[in-house]
């Protein structure tokens, strides 16, 4: 879900001014990517991992926040189980390894 990928607009308030089911609410602006990655899941099937690249703040007015990310995040693996592992990068990149060490579900073999 890159920076200018089709997904990541449908997320973004910024750039989702759909008045449907695929805008307006967190849960609606994830609907089009929570569709997209249970078809790669039902296709790829359960003993492939995937990945998702979330951005974690666009840094403007009405766009993605921290917080929204990490509902996202929280979702996306609750509902399709596909973030065996999450890495948040920001602008510090120091900071961003201090965050995961202190998430208590960061394994403890990587601290």
């Known amino acids: 879900m890159g920076a200018e990928s089709l997904i990541r ?5 910024l750039t989702n001014h759909r008045m449907d089911e695929y805008g307006g609410t967190l849960n609606n602006r994830m ?3 929570t569709e997209v990655l249970e078809k790669v899941k ?6 492939f991992t995937i990945g998702i690249r979330l951005c974690v703040d666009e840094k ?7 917080d929204e990310s990490k509902e996202y995040a929280r979702i ?7 973030t065996e592992f999450l890495v948040w ?6 900071e961003s390894i201090q965050i995961l060490k ?5 394994p403890d073999k990587f601290k």
């Open 60 to 66: 403007f007015w009405g766009a993605i926040t921290p």
């Open 42 to 47: 039902s296709v790829a099937g359960d003993d």
């Open 89 to 94: 990068l920001v602008e510090n990149y120091p």
């Open 9 to 13: 607009q449908f997320l973004s308030p």
């Open 31 to 33: 609907r089009f990517a």
């Open 102 to 106: 202190n998430n208590p579900d960061y």
């Open 76 to 82: 996306f693996e609750e509902k399709i189980n596909v």
